[in-house]
């Protein structure tokens, strides 16, 4: 409890509320809540009180506890918010995923690892290389359920759990609990609770959601005036090569951008969302990977710059914003070619079925999140011949203002030196957990100067969008980096005292 109250801690979650009496008693459990609404604490509470009232801690590559995720962020943001309880009951726990280095993984099991935060596809290769098993794994837990079905992962996850054995707790938590997930939940969970809880007024502040008719050529326009108002900014693509392609016609527009998807080595993926929570990046451009990797609050709007293909997926990236009871703003751009598509998901999402043309004064003004500019009497913003020299001296991989190093081949990924780069995928499940095969593009420039942020004049206009202005909504100030917890404590494995 000491820790929590450290934490700001002193109520519970309606998930937790709901889960905890249930998961402590050792029951399965299923929990349906949206992202954001404090499941990690729901399922990692009991799981550290279980490990704390065991009568030895873990041997050598044989976790006690598991817990599976579908991407790499939410590793990692699971086990910075778990680290610090797991330090003060004396567990140790460790995180494996793709896109980096083996070495530091395999050595944390070797010493003993007694909660285990993992990724489906790397936890399969260090099995399969003898690192680690799951013999000794008495709690599971399966977060994101649903993602991991859309991103193909459930075969890896069901060849996981057949390792475990039947002397076992399972703890399941989905934004939905039917199809895939349903399936998993029959074969694997044995009576269990359900419990669901909706987002609260408390967790998730009011969001418009705007559905703003635009041409292909001039959505990066509508885009970086949407990020220079409504800093910090999420920006979904389709694919990979598009992510990277919108951060350098942003670059160009003056906007700082960063790219986050499977392509980017883990490495890359942490600083360019470092960069981002810091304030020295104001938007990121993500694909749906990154659509449940990034919590952070504060984001002042979500650009659906591709459309998403699924009702469920429009959900989980518009949920990067409205967080922690701020208010957010959702803006769907289409164009003439998605326009039907798009009048589906609205169907789907029972959203009136109907467009509207750009305009960014009719846009609510909410509290500023990042300061409109330099104070006064701040150094000048420096050119964009400086900004261009800034960017290339701190990252080796950007060209033109923030252009990714896959320029040079077409857009595409670049590949990796010897040496360098990510790591290939060895077998197990394909594709995803942000796996980034042979490398990836460059990273963001830290520090960039933005002359066309927030408070701009307005320019010229073309019909009712106004071509090159920022005017009308005040930017926001930046946000304090999210820290990375430390692990537990290293200990060999010991009879506890008294047992």
């Given at each position: 409890?000491?820790?929590?109250?450290?934490?700001?801690?002193?109520?519970?979650?309606?998930?937790?509320?709901?889960?905890?009496?249930?998961?402590?008693?050792?029951?399965?459990?299923?929990?349906?809540?949206?992202?954001?609404?404090?499941?990690?604490?729901?399922f990692?509470?009991?799981?550290?009180?279980?490990?704390?009232?065991?009568?030895?801690?873990s041997?050598p590559?044989?976790?006690?506890a598991?817990?599976?995720?579908?991407?790499?962020?939410?590793?990692?943001?699971?086990?910075?918010?778990?680290?610090?309880?797991?330090?003060?009951?004396?567990?140790?726990?460790?995180?494996?995923?793709?896109?980096?280095?083996?070495?530091?993984?395999?050595?944390a099991?070797?010493?003993?690892?007694d909660?285990?935060?993992?990724?489906?596809?790397?936890?399969?290769d260090l099995?399969?290389?003898?690192?680690?098993?799951?013999?000794?794994?008495?709690?599971?837990?399966?977060?994101e359920?649903?993602r991991?079905?859309?991103?193909?992962?459930?075969?890896?996850?069901?060849?996981?759990?057949?390792?475990?054995g039947?002397?076992?707790?399972?703890?399941?938590?989905s934004?939905?609990?039917?199809?895939?997930?349903?399936?998993?939940?029959?074969?694997y969970?044995?009576?269990?609770?359900?419990?669901?809880?909706?987002?609260?007024?408390?967790?998730?502040?009011?969001?418009?959601?705007?559905?703003?008719?635009?041409t292909?050529?001039?959505?990066?326009?509508?885009?970086?005036?949407?990020?220079?108002?409504?800093?910090?900014?999420?920006?979904?693509c389709?694919?990979?090569?598009?992510?990277d392609?919108?951060?350098?016609?942003?670059?160009?527009?003056?906007?700082?951008?960063?790219?986050?998807?499977?392509?980017?080595?883990?490495?890359?993926?942490?600083?360019?969302?470092a960069?981002?929570?810091?304030?020295?990046?104001?938007?990121?451009?993500?694909?749906?990977v990154?659509?449940?990797?990034?919590?952070?609050?504060?984001v002042?709007?979500?650009?659906?710059?591709?459309p998403?293909?699924?009702?469920?997926?429009?959900?989980?990236?518009?949920?990067?914003?409205?967080?922690?009871?701020?208010?957010?703003?959702?803006?769907?751009?289409?164009?003439?070619?998605?326009?039907?598509?798009?009048?589906?998901?609205?169907r789907?999402?029972?959203?009136?079925?109907?467009?509207?043309?750009?305009?960014?004064?009719s846009?609510p003004?909410?509290?500023p999140?990042?300061?409109?500019?330099?104070?006064?009497?701040?150094?000048?913003?420096?050119?964009?011949?400086?900004?261009?020299?800034t960017v290339?001296?701190?990252?080796?991989?950007?060209?033109?203002?923030?252009?990714?190093?896959s320029?040079r081949?077409?857009?595409?990924?670049?590949?990796?030196?010897?040496?360098?780069?990510?790591?290939?995928?060895?077998?197990?499940?394909?594709?995803?957990?942000?796996?980034?095969?042979?490398?990836?593009?460059g990273?963001?420039?830290?520090?960039?100067?933005?002359?066309?942020?927030?408070?701009?004049?307005?320019?010229?206009?073309?019909?009712?969008?106004?071509?090159?202005?920022?005017?009308?909504?005040?930017?926001?100030?930046?946000?304090?980096?999210?820290?990375?917890?430390?692990?537990?404590?290293?200990?060999?494995?010991?009879?506890?005292?008294?047992?």
């Amino acid at each position: 409890m000491t820790t929590l109250a450290r934490q700001g801690i002193a109520e519970p979650f309606p998930i937790q509320a709901a889960t905890l009496s249930d998961a402590l008693a050792g029951r399965d459990l299923c929990g349906k809540a949206p992202t954001g609404s404090g499941k990690t604490l729901a399922f990692g509470l009991p799981l550290l009180a279980g490990l704390a009232a065991g009568d030895r801690w873990s041997d050598p590559r044989k976790p006690q506890a598991l817990i599976l995720l579908p991407t790499r962020e939410l590793a990692s943001q699971v086990s910075a918010v778990l680290a610090p309880l797991a330090t003060a009951v004396g567990a140790r726990i460790a995180t494996v995923y793709g896109g980096v280095g083996y070495h530091p993984q395999r050595q944390a099991l070797r010493k003993g690892v007694d909660l285990l935060v993992a990724c489906p596809g790397r936890l399969e290769d260090l099995i399969a290389q003898g690192d680690v098993e799951l013999t000794q794994v008495r709690w599971v837990v399966l977060d994101e359920a649903d993602r991991m079905a859309d991103m193909g992962f459930l075969p890896a996850v069901r060849r996981l759990l057949d390792q475990v054995g039947p002397r076992r707790q399972v703890l399941l938590f989905s934004a939905t609990l039917d199809g895939d997930v349903d399936v998993l939940v029959k074969r694997y969970l044995s009576d269990p609770a359900r419990h669901e809880v909706a987002g609260t007024e408390q967790s998730t502040g009011e969001v418009t959601h705007l559905w703003w008719r635009t041409t292909r050529d001039e959505r990066t326009s509508v885009t970086a005036a949407l990020v220079r108002a409504y800093a910090p900014a999420v920006v979904f693509c389709r694919t990979r090569h598009g992510a990277d392609r919108v951060c350098r016609r942003l670059a160009a527009a003056g906007v700082t951008a960063a790219p986050v998807h499977g392509s980017r080595s883990q490495p890359q993926r942490d600083r360019a969302i470092a960069a981002f929570a810091g304030g020295s990046v104001d938007a990121l451009v993500a694909t749906d990977v990154a659509a449940r990797g990034i919590h952070i609050d504060g984001v002042g709007v979500v650009v659906h710059f591709d459309p998403p293909g699924e009702a469920k997926d429009y959900t989980h990236r518009s949920g990067r914003t409205g967080r922690a009871g701020a208010d957010g703003i959702v803006v769907t751009l289409v164009t003439p070619e998605v326009a039907g598509d798009v009048a589906s998901l609205q169907r789907q999402l029972g959203h009136p079925g109907r467009t509207e043309e750009p305009d960014l004064a009719s846009l609510p003004v909410a509290a500023p999140r990042r300061a409109a500019g330099p104070a006064a009497g701040a150094p000048a913003e420096p050119s964009t011949a400086e900004r261009t020299r800034t960017v290339r001296r701190a990252d080796h991989g950007y060209r033109d203002r923030g252009a990714s190093a896959s320029t040079r081949s077409g857009g595409g990924a670049s590949s990796a030196s010897k040496g360098g780069g990510g790591n290939r995928r060895r077998g197990g499940a394909p594709g995803h957990d942000g796996h980034p095969g042979r490398g990836g593009t460059g990273d963001p420039g830290a520090g960039r100067g933005n002359s066309n942020r927030g408070g701009q004049g307005s320019g010229s206009r073309r019909g009712p969008w106004p071509g090159s202005q920022s005017g009308g909504a005040p930017a926001r100030p930046g946000r304090a980096a999210a820290s990375a917890g430390a692990k537990g404590p290293q200990r060999s494995p010991s009879r506890r005292a008294g047992s």
